[in-house]
């Protein structure tokens, strides 16, 4: 997510401590914030899908193949 989307986020919830949003800034920050959480999850996905489990005994998992059991 590119920085002036994040700036705007926060300028939405500064706004809303303040005062109330309008409909329109109320569907934007709804907008941005499910945009955020999509890409949040997404790369936190990719995270995790290389990530790796390493055993005491030696042995390796990966954390992909640990959620397929």
């Known amino acids: 997510m590119d920085k002036r989307k994040l700036e ?11 005062r109330a949003l309008t409909e329109a800034e109320a569907a934007e920050q709804r907008y941005l914030r499910a945009e955020y959480i999509r ?4 790369e936190m996905a990719g995270i995790l899908d290389n990530s790796v489990i390493l055993y005491p005994d030696g042995t390796r998992e990966f954390v992909r193949d640990r959620k397929k059991k």
Do not use: Q, V
């Not at 705007?8 to 303040?18: A, D, G, H, T």
């Not at 890409?39 to 997404?42: D, E, I, N, V, Y």
């Open 8 to 18: 705007r986020i926060n300028e939405l919830s500064r706004i809303s401590r303040r």
């Open 39 to 42: 890409k949040f999850r997404a």
